[in-house]
């Protein structure tokens, strides 16, 4: 996911798409340890997927409370 189309999400959005994105990831680390999968860089990518989203999602909340 790209950072352009992430910002544009809400807060509320954007915390239940890490929700689902961080369970996504569990699974995938799961499947991989029963039988591994091919393209494990998909693993990685989620990581950081994440990790954005988190990133963006202090970020838009330390403007809303500056804002106050």
């Excluded at 039988?35 to 994440?50: F, L, N, Q």
Aim: charged content about 40%; glycine content about 2%.
């Amino acid at each position: 996911m790209k950072p352009k189309e992430i910002r544009e999400m809400s807060i509320k959005d954007l915390r239940e798409r890490i929700e689902t994105e961080k369970a996504n990831l569990a699974q995938m680390k799961i499947n991989h340890a029963v039988s591994p999968i091919e393209d494990t860089s998909k693993i990685r990518k989620a990581g950081k997927d994440i990790a954005r989203m988190l990133t963006i999602l202090t970020e838009k909340e330390n403007q809303a409370k500056s804002e106050e």
